[in-house]
């Protein structure tokens, strides 16, 4: 029996992706899992793919941009499950642009989903794990944390803030029985490059990353990352993790 059975995991940017591999993992090992997004018809479909699996599976419509929101999701999950065994951060945008073509709406937009939205679930989920005193908190960062790229000073930006509140978090909650994570990820082929409107990053990604020069993982390889961290002793903490394709430089 998996040591995840019966506990249970709360999953922004739930509705694809590294979230929907990270539902699916969790959900084979029996934990209880309530995935959250914004897209509503995407949490049900998903919720009835996973409805035969070991876990149960509930949803909740959640912008992390809302602060109440992210509160309404840990009481809603309190309230169904008696508690927060894992908070997994992991909703993030990525529309890189050249900072030349001044896209202050996509700043603005990265910085309050990949910024304030892991705050927000810090904020809302803490105490409850304090009251607890169990508890893991993960947070999607990226290879983007670590690096800097051409059109991505914004993304990169608030990646690396990610990476450092988690830093923070971790040092404040040491010697404690709540654990934090970043995980990282390189290439990954989810739907994220799907927000990125400058024709010029567009043209630079498909000579970069096109057919036949990158393999991107797999959305799975970062659920198995984030399952590892989790399994882990209570007396280790992971508090960082990079994945990326073994042909990424």
Same mark, same amino acid.
């Given at each position: 029996?998996?040591?995840?059975?019966?506990?249970? /995991? @709360? /999953? %922004?940017?739930?509705?694809?992706? !590294?979230?929907?591999?990270?539902?699916?993992?969790?959900?084979?090992?029996?934990?209880?899992?309530?995935?959250?997004?914004?897209?509503?018809?995407?949490?049900?479909?998903?919720? &009835?793919?996973?409805?035969?699996?070991?876990?149960?599976?509930? !949803?909740?419509?959640?912008?992390?941009?809302?602060?109440?929101?992210?509160?309404?999701?840990?009481?809603? %999950?309190?309230?169904?499950?008696?508690?927060?065994? @894992?908070?997994?951060?992991?909703?993030?945008?990525?529309?890189?642009?050249?900072?030349?073509?001044?896209?202050?709406?996509?700043?603005?937009?990265?910085?309050?989903?990949?910024?304030?939205?892991?705050?927000?679930?810090?904020?809302?989920?803490?105490?409850?794990?304090?009251?607890?005193?169990?508890? &893991?908190?993960? %947070? %999607?960062?990226?290879?983007?944390?670590?690096? /800097?790229?051409?059109?991505?000073?914004?993304?990169?930006?608030?990646?690396?803030?990610?990476?450092? /509140?988690?830093?923070?978090?971790?040092?404040?909650?040491?010697?404690?029985?709540?654990?934090?994570?970043?995980?990282?990820?390189?290439?990954?082929?989810?739907?994220?490059?799907?927000?990125?409107?400058?024709?010029?990053?567009?043209?630079?990604?498909?000579?970069?990353?096109?057919?036949?020069?990158?393999?991107?993982?797999?959305?799975?390889?970062?659920?198995?990352?984030?399952?590892?961290?989790?399994?882990?002793?209570?007396?280790?903490?992971?508090?960082?993790? !990079?994945?990326?394709?073994?042909?990424?430089?």
């Amino acid at each position: 029996m998996s040591d995840m059975n019966g506990k249970t /995991i @709360v /999953i %922004t940017g739930a509705s694809s992706g !590294i979230g929907e591999a990270t539902a699916a993992k969790f959900a084979d090992e029996g934990a209880n899992v309530v995935l959250a997004a914004r897209r509503k018809e995407r949490l049900e479909e998903l919720q &009835h793919s996973l409805q035969d699996k070991p876990g149960k599976v509930e !949803i909740k419509q959640t912008d992390v941009t809302s602060k109440d929101e992210v509160h309404e999701l840990i009481q809603f %999950t309190v309230d169904t499950f008696g508690g927060v065994d @894992v908070l997994f951060n992991n909703a993030g945008l990525m529309p890189l642009s050249f900072m030349e073509k001044g896209k202050v709406d996509e700043w603005e937009k990265m910085v309050d989903v990949n910024i304030k939205g892991v705050l927000y679930g810090i904020h809302a989920v803490l105490p409850h794990m304090q009251e607890q005193n169990s508890g &893991h908190i993960i %947070t %999607t960062s990226s290879i983007a944390g670590h690096e /800097i790229m051409p059109s991505g000073a914004v993304y990169c930006g608030t990646k690396f803030a990610a990476r450092v /509140i988690m830093e923070g978090l971790g040092k404040e909650l040491a010697g404690t029985d709540i654990r934090t994570t970043s995980i990282s990820p390189g290439v990954v082929d989810t739907e994220l490059t799907e927000t990125i409107t400058d024709e010029d990053v567009l043209e630079m990604f498909e000579k970069n990353f096109g057919k036949g020069k990158m393999t991107p993982l797999d959305s799975k390889d970062i659920a198995e990352a984030v399952y590892y961290t989790v399994q882990q002793p209570k007396n280790v903490d992971v508090n960082e993790i !990079i994945v990326r394709p073994n042909n990424q430089g």
